[in-house]
């Protein structure tokens, strides 16, 4: 079929699933290969400078090619990987989605925990059922309530303050029209710019948040009306829900036991924690203290008694026009949020072989957006690090071809020297006159790495649901019985656990390294450490401007400073004394390229393009995102000053 191809660079041909893995296996085999396989439309496209294609197309091609997968994503979840990922990642969800709308909740007093769940379990439903990336995990984020407080802070400065819930229903209203335009101008194709170096910065904001929210948890119970006893076993419980967390994780790690109790460590660690660590609470002494314990309401009711329906086009017409900036903010909080969120969830260590869909999966996170402003609830999104986390809870580990291959060069070694060692035991009556002892059989390489992940829907609708009976009278009475500090305890995990696993964390290890005791085939041996501090300096001058101003009343613009990682890195890196080489080391794309590639392939076939390299684009197309995200910076700092605000 080459043959008869056209001279045009971007023509494509089809190409069978088995035969496209054959390649991926030679070019993992050969890495000096320039070649990459990118999946994309099953019919040639013509390459348009804006790089959008046809109105709705990303959408069509998304159901055209998870479509005829929906079936198995329902049978396949018969696999016991499914049980512990949904009790982990239900723990995961619902207990930080609280504790993050705690301030929300008492500052505000318009959500409560019913808006919580209702929340979680919304976005549950309708991404499982609905959606082309159910591995990805929607939930209320850290960054939604500061979100929602900074507008209920800006708005009671005004003399005469429009209602709350229906201000936020239109600002949900016109994030979602945005949302839908962006999903049908295709724009989720901007994600190509997503790399490592914007996935690590913003997960090493988010870990730190989640650091932060901890703290504050407890510096919260420092309050005269509190019981000092309360708060003292409310650092207790949080230190012992952190250090059993760990311990389990680590002896997940170790050689010790068998490794089904290992796996089961994995699996239930932190649910196990934090159950043990709620019990202590009410031990002895402890439960004298009477330590605080999350609020609650009735059962099915919406905070204040208010009717679950909000009738935001009641709102006054000035304050319909003002709620835009917001909405646009939100928008890009979003858009980058939550396609992060999956990009992580479809990470390159994960072995997936279900495809994506961005756009279709932006275009259901607007009818949610939609539906919370509707219902008065907060708005749900992708969840970093939960989404994450729920595909490595269902990875199937077992042995690579690579170790089998080694486990045969072991025997076949272990047999040459048994035949020489009985050769000069025959000849010298004794083994020690051999240079060389003996083998050890324990060290034959036991060493398991992901070889499928179980993709199904079943998962992440199972530990919705448990949010929806949470809502019931009897649950909603043990979620009361958690302590706060057990909540602190676990903020206190995941942040942790995640900054183990960032990019930023790695590479600031590896600098403090012994280099005799660095592994050889440690590809930043390969890039200069000047170049590395550097590359670290500029990630985390990023972190430290967007964490700086979600300290203040501007911490509403944060997604503008996270959104503008991506022209820094597009435009700005590459210019700085980065050689390419440097630069592929230090960075990389966040999934493969069979997830970020916005043209997606069918699962009867896999489509590969030629070796010639696309067209560049004008720089004007560059720097559209800077400009409009400019253009929007400008307009809501007129807009924050007609409305009495300061940025």
């Not at 909540?487 to 930023?504: S, T, V």
């Not at 590809?523 to 203040?552: C, D, E, M, P, Y």
């Not at 630069?583 to 990389?588: H, K, M, Q, R, V």
């Amino acid at each position: 079929m080459a043959d008869t191809a056209s001279n045009n660079p971007w023509d494509i041909h089809l190409e069978s699933r088995e035969t496209s893995s054959q390649n991926r296996d030679v070019k993992e085999k050969s890495p000096e290969t320039t070649s990459t396989a990118f999946p994309v439309a099953s019919r040639p496209l013509r390459w348009l400078p804006s790089g959008l294609g046809r109105l709705g197309s990303g959408i069509i091609l998304d159901v055209r090619s998870r479509a005829p997968w929906y079936l198995s994503d329902w049978t396949d979840a018969w696999n016991y990987r499914v049980v512990p990922a949904t009790a982990l990642i239900f723990f995961a969800n619902v207990l930080p989605g609280i504790a993050f709308s705690l301030d929300l909740i008492e500052t505000t007093e318009q959500y409560g925990v019913a808006e919580i769940l209702l929340s979680s379990f919304m976005a549950a439903f309708i991404f499982s059922v609905f959606g082309a990336q159910p591995l990805t995990i929607a939930g209320v984020t850290g960054p939604i309530t500061v979100f929602n407080k900074t507008i209920f802070d800006i708005l009671s400065r005004e003399s005469n303050p429009p209602n709350y819930l229906h201000f936020m229903g239109w600002v949900y209203l016109w994030g979602a029209i945005l949302h839908w335009i962006t999903a049908i101008l295709n724009w989720c194709n901007f994600l190509k710019y997503v790399t490592l170096f914007s996935c690590d910065t913003f997960g090493f904001y988010v870990s730190w948040v989640y650091l932060q929210y901890g703290i504050q948890i407890i510096t919260r119970q420092f309050a005269p009306t509190n019981n000092p006893e309360g708060v003292l076993v409310s650092i207790i419980l949080a230190i012992l829900m952190l250090v059993v967390a760990f311990l389990f994780n680590s002896l997940s790690r170790t050689p010790y036991f068998h490794r089904h109790v290992r796996r089961f460590l994995a699996d239930y660690g932190m649910p196990i924690s934090l159950i043990a660590s709620s019990a202590m609470a009410y031990w002895g002494r402890f439960n004298a203290s009477n330590p605080l314990t999350l609020p609650i309401g009735g059962a099915f009711q919406a905070v204040g008694g208010r009717s679950w329906l909000v009738k935001f086009w009641q709102l006054e017409a000035r304050w319909v026009g003002i709620a835009f900036p917001f909405g646009i903010v939100l928008w890009i909080l979003f858009f980058f949020d939550h396609n992060v969120s999956s990009l992580m969830a479809q990470g390159s260590e994960f072995p997936l072989r279900k495809p994506p869909g961005f756009h279709h999966d932006f275009f259901l996170l607007g009818v949610t957006t939609f539906l919370a402003g509707l219902l008065g609830l907060p708005a749900p999104n992708g969840l970093i690090p939960q989404a994450p986390i729920h595909t490595a809870s269902l990875l199937v580990m077992g042995r690579s071809p690579k170790n089998e291959d080694d486990d045969e060069d072991i025997r076949s070694s272990r047999t040459q020297t048994n035949s020489r060692v009985s050769n000069n035991d025959l000849t010298s009556g004794s083994i020690f006159h051999d240079s060389e002892p003996p083998p050890d059989p324990t060290m034959a390489p036991r060493h398991e790495v992901p070889i499928a992940v179980v993709e199904q829907r079943v998962s992440n609708l199972a530990q919705g649901s448990l949010c929806l009976v949470l809502l019931t009278g009897p649950f909603l009475h043990v979620l009361h019985l958690i302590p706060r500090g057990v909540l602190a305890g676990l903020f206190w995990y995941m942040g942790a656990d995640a900054l183990r696993g960032n990019g930023i964390t790695k590479k600031f290890l590896y600098l403090i390294q012994d280099n005799a005791l660095t592994p050889r085939q440690e590809r930043l041996h390969k890039v200069r450490k000047s170049r590395i501090i550097l590359f670290l300096a500029i990630q985390l001058v990023g972190f430290g401007v967007t964490f700086a101003i979600t300290q203040t009343i501007a911490a509403i613009g944060f997604p503008v400073i996270i959104m503008l990682l991506l022209p820094l890195r597009t435009f700005v890196v590459p210019r700085m004394s980065f050689t390419g080489e440097e630069l592929a080391i230090l960075d990389g794309p966040t999934a493969s390229p069979f997830v970020s590639c916005p043209l997606i392939l069918s699962p009867s076939s896999s489509i590969i393009l030629r070796q010639n390299p696309p067209p560049k684009r004008p720089f004007a197309v560059h720097i559209s995102n800077p400009i409009l995200l400019f253009v929007c910076s400008f307009y809501f700092y007129k807009t924050m000053e007609s409305v009495g605000g300061t940025l």
